[in-house]
């Protein structure tokens, strides 16, 4: 064997494998686009829920403005106009005002009994849990991308291609601490 065919067999085998790793970067950013779409069907659903939520709860506890004007001027931000780390930002957001919002719930059995709360209530919990699982496979996503980028040799690739690490879809800090509801 030449030296000139060992060199033209590593040309071949490193070809090889930067055809290998870029198509990967590919998928893992189709991966993380498809996982956020998906996520993003049930944050719409939820935000489309919001009003009608709210409506239902004003009536019933007046002197909670505090938290109602939260989640309202949360709600009426251009929802479509929102880059997707806006939308992730804005949802934790919300989560933590619509906690506080069931919380005061707590407080007014009226409001508890009210079928239009419950049947909205039940459909907020439904949408949570899809939420929920869809923000697992997005992160799981998020770190399989984030790690290819992150990686030795991958990350040569992926700093030519200009591949952009994802950002997690987390809660924020407020929201691991207990709601306290005072009056």
């Known amino acids: 064997m030449t030296v000139l065919g060992a060199i033209a067999g590593i040309l071949v085998v490193l070809g090889l494998w930067f055809w290998w790793a870029y198509n990967r970067g590919i998928a893992l950013r189709n991966y993380k686009e498809e996982a956020f779409s998906t996520m993003d069907v049930y944050l719409k659903k939820r935000w489309d829920l919001i009003p009608n939520l709210l409506e239902t709860t004003k009536g019933y506890a007046q002197h909670e403005k505090g938290v109602l004007e939260d989640v309202t001027k949360l709600r009426n931000l251009n929802y479509g106009n929102m880059s997707d780390n806006e939308k992730v930002e804005v949802n934790s957001k919300l989560s933590m005002g619509l906690s506080k919002l069931l919380a005061v719930a707590e407080n007014y059995p009226d409001l508890k009994a009210s079928d ?68």
């Open 116 to 183: 239009n709360f419950q049947q909205l209530s039940q459909e907020l919990a439904s949408i949570e849990g899809e939420i929920a699982t869809s923000r697992k496979y997005y992160n799981g996503t998020i770190r399989e991308l984030n790690t290819y980028i992150e990686s030795f040799p991958t990350n040569i690739v992926a700093s030519i291609f200009k591949f952009e690490k994802g950002v997690f879809f987390e809660i924020e800090e407020a929201q691991r601490e207990n709601i306290q509801i005072k009056f």
